[in-house]
């Protein structure tokens, strides 16, 4: 079985499920105190293995994240190419997160409870 990012066989499936779960959480988390763009964002993720990902799941994540509310966007210039956008927490992506933010360690103590040896 071929050893997934933290270097255990067969965590895989397990690690990219938990991922999908949180990735939005995350995310909004990191605009918590600033704009950010898309590439900054997937730099930021990637420097926690466990929620590396690619502009492929990044972008449609950010797009629906944007039209539920959840996000805005401007365009600002880049001092290297071309412009950018930026992506920043609204008020309804402030309670989003606060809500999960409340949930987690909850949610998080009840799996440790039934995975616990």
Do not use: N
């Not at 105190?33 to 900054?40: A, L």
């Not at 001092?79 to 998080?108: D, N, V």
Request: net charge neutral; charged share 25%.
């Amino acid at each position: 079985m071929e050893p997934d990012v933290t270097g255990k066989p067969g965590a895989g499936k397990a690690e990219s499920q938990l991922r999908k779960g949180v990735l939005e959480y995350c995310v909004l988390a990191l605009l918590r105190d600033s704009p950010r763009y898309g590439v900054e964002l997937l730099g930021v993720l990637g420097a926690v293995s466990a929620m590396a990902t690619s502009q492929g799941t990044i972008y449609p994540l950010l797009a629906r994240l944007r039209r539920e509310g959840l996000v805005d966007t401007s365009w600002q210039e880049s001092p290297s190419g071309p412009p950018r956008r930026y992506y920043a927490l609204t008020a309804s992506g402030r309670t989003a997160l606060e809500e999960f933010t409340t949930i987690w360690p909850y949610f998080r103590d009840a799996v440790d409870h039934f995975i616990a040896d």
